[in-house]
């Protein structure tokens, strides 16, 4: 069986895709084989679903799509409501069974969930039930605006509370002129209790390949080792 790590974000939008695929990246460059899963994507575009076609771009084993994506809707919007609009309910043993099915053909399996790690999948489970689910480390991407300090340590107070390691935190800058940016990273790194991976400089076009470079990978092998 592979190794895993599951990637979540302090809310939408921050990176998450783009750090799984430098992670993917990263570990592939080191020689090993991966593959990324994105069990839950909401928002197709142009008859696509861009996430779960970068994770496939990244990785250097092709699956199935039932298996790397077992749930995919059309609409962008919180996934168990888009469920509802579909008429299905998301269930986590599918996604566990496509998980487990994924490990035993690659050396590291990325997992990316889908918004903030407490988004809701359907009516009574969220992302951190999947997350608890797979058992996996967690590496938790902090998009850095106004607002990331207190949504950074609430994520991580909630990983701590599901009983989940947490690998590593990457600061993504997501704008380009964000004030005080050193001073938000340094006070991140005081209080989340996990090793910094790396710091991603804000890109117009985020480069996976790019970002792979900045990332360090040694918290995360001695996290599974």
Same mark, same amino acid.
């Given at each position: 069986?592979?190794?895993?790590?599951?990637?979540?974000?302090?809310?939408?939008?921050?990176?998450?895709?783009?750090?799984?695929?430098?992670?993917?990246?990263?570990?592939?460059?080191?020689?090993?084989?991966?593959?990324?899963?994105?069990?839950?994507?909401?928002?197709?575009?142009?008859?696509?679903?861009?996430?779960?076609?970068?994770?496939?771009?990244?990785?250097?084993?092709?699956?199935?799509?039932?298996?790397?994506?077992?749930?995919?809707?059309?609409?962008?919007?919180?996934?168990?409501?888009?469920?509802?609009?579909?008429?299905?309910?998301?269930?986590?043993?599918?996604?566990?069974?496509?998980?487990?099915? $994924?490990?035993?053909?690659?050396?590291?399996? *990325? @997992?990316?969930?889908? /918004?903030?790690? +407490?988004?809701? &999948? #359907?009516?009574?489970?969220?992302?951190?039930? $999947?997350?608890?689910?797979?058992?996996?480390? *967690? @590496?938790?991407?902090? /998009?850095?605006? +106004?607002?990331? &300090? #207190?949504?950074?340590?609430?994520?991580?107070?909630?990983?701590?509370?599901?009983?989940?390691?947490?690998?590593?935190?990457?600061?993504?800058?997501?704008?380009?002129?964000?004030?005080?940016?050193?001073?938000?990273?340094?006070?991140?790194?005081?209080?989340?209790?996990?090793?910094?991976?790396?710091?991603?400089?804000?890109?117009?076009?985020?480069?996976?390949?790019?970002?792979?470079?900045?990332?360090?990978?040694?918290?995360?092998?001695?996290?599974?080792?």
């Amino acid at each position: 069986m592979g190794q895993g790590f599951f990637v979540t974000g302090t809310d939408t939008g921050v990176g998450k895709t783009l750090v799984a695929c430098a992670l993917l990246r990263a570990f592939a460059g080191t020689g090993k084989t991966v593959v990324g899963m994105k069990p839950v994507a909401a928002g197709r575009e142009e008859g696509r679903w861009a996430d779960v076609e970068a994770l496939a771009h990244a990785s250097t084993v092709s699956a199935g799509r039932q298996i790397v994506n077992p749930y995919a809707f059309d609409q962008a919007i919180a996934p168990h409501i888009a469920a509802e609009l579909a008429g299905v309910e998301i269930a986590l043993e599918p996604i566990a069974s496509a998980y487990e099915e $994924l490990s035993r053909l690659v050396d590291v399996v *990325v @997992v990316e969930g889908a /918004g903030g790690f +407490l988004v809701p &999948l #359907n009516a009574r489970q969220t992302g951190a039930d $999947l997350a608890m689910r797979l058992g996996l480390p *967690v @590496v938790l991407v902090v /998009g850095m605006r +106004l607002g990331c &300090l #207190n949504h950074a340590l609430l994520t991580r107070r909630q990983i701590e509370g599901s009983r989940l390691r947490c690998a590593g935190w990457v600061a993504n800058c997501i704008l380009h002129d964000m004030p005080h940016l050193d001073g938000n990273i340094r006070a991140l790194g005081q209080r989340l209790d996990c090793p910094l991976l790396g710091v991603l400089p804000f890109q117009q076009e985020p480069s996976a390949m790019q970002a792979a470079r900045l990332l360090s990978l040694e918290p995360l092998l001695e996290a599974t080792a």
